[in-house]
């Protein structure tokens, strides 16, 4: 059964208050309806801001995120308002069974190779915890697909200019919206238990220089959908879900090179194992790699490592 109340919190925005008749109009029911289908959501938690142009969602504030997953979304959904790190809430789940851990923000957030993800309240955390017991190879299909997920849903939903920039960090202009880390469990060439963990700046900016946020991106344009991190998070692994179900391996692979921003481009990849290549970026393997022809023709795919645009592209 669709829960009402739950479709004016998906219609209402952090930034532009919508009217008591706008939303009326759109549910079709009166004013005063409205406003008791408001009044029960205040009750129930949700951070939403009466005004006298309207109906806000307090961005900034934790909401009941379970109430904005389709009922048929199949991982339980566990929301903290803070924690260490998702990852770690993943890593450290006992119950053998698929989850996903979303909080508000994050104490020590952790990016790939290392580095800190600064996380703020306003920013999307999130790790799914799954068990796929397949092969270490296939890994890669997941992380792909949590990329592709976002990347669609930025372009098709927000009407944001997103683009995979190689490995999986999602970008917006020059600037970083998010980013996707993987990290993985298992014995021998079984692959037991695989975290997938994503970051999205959703408003404000954490404070890094390259990064943007999705609410900066989109400007002072007011689209159809709000941008709000609980919202953003059913979403994304509502399509996420729809990927890894209905999509074999190859059309997943073809879309992650679909949503791609480096093909094309002049880059420098700084090798996971140590040492630099730098050249054009002329394709993407169906393992994720990435090929480079350098200056001197040759041509070298690298499997991971750090890429940046080269000087003369930015
Ligand atoms: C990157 O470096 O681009 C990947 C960033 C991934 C950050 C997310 S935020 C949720 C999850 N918890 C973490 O500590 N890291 C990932």
Not at 170 to 193: C, S
């Amino acid at each position: 059964m669709v829960n009402k109340n739950r479709d004016i919190v998906s219609m209402l925005d952090d930034r532009f208050p919508l009217s008591g008749e706008t939303l009326g109009k759109k549910l079709g029911i009166s004013r005063v309806a409205v406003w008791k289908r408001i009044k029960k959501l205040q009750e129930e938690g949700y951070p939403v801001i009466s005004g006298r142009a309207g109906y806000l969602l307090d961005g900034t504030a934790p909401l009941p995120l379970e109430s904005f997953f389709p009922e048929e979304f199949p991982y339980p959904v566990r929301f903290t308002p803070r924690v260490s790190s998702t990852m770690d809430q993943a890593r450290l789940e006992e119950e053998r069974s698929p989850k996903l851990f979303i909080a508000g923000s994050q104490e020590t957030g952790r990016g790939r190779r290392g580095r800190r993800w600064e996380s703020p309240e306003g920013g999307l955390y999130a790790s799914l915890l799954l068990f796929p017991e397949t092969d270490f190879e296939s890994a890669i299909v997941p992380v792909m697909a949590l990329s592709v997920a976002l990347t669609e849903l930025l372009r098709e939903e927000y009407r944001l200019p997103a683009a995979v920039s190689w490995p999986n960090d999602i970008m917006i202009g020059g600037g970083k919206a998010g980013g996707v880390l993987t990290e993985l469990h298992g014995r021998y060439d079984i692959l037991d238990r695989q975290i997938l963990g994503i970051g999205v700046n959703v408003l404000g900016n954490p404070g890094v220089p390259e990064a943007v946020s999705l609410s900066t991106a989109r400007g002072g344009e007011a689209t159809s959908r709000p941008v709000s991190p609980a919202p953003l998070a059913a979403s994304l692994f509502t399509r996420f879900h729809r990927i890894v179900t209905d999509l074999e391996r190859e059309e997943i692979v073809s879309r992650w090179k679909s949503c791609s921003g480096t093909v094309g481009r002049m880059v420098r990849v700084e090798r996971s194992r140590g040492g630099e290549l730098a050249g054009r970026a002329v394709a993407l393997g169906d393992d994720g790699s990435l090929v480079i022809r350098t200056a001197g023709g040759r041509t070298e795919a690298v499997r991971d490592g750090e890429c940046r645009l080269a000087r003369e592209e930015m």
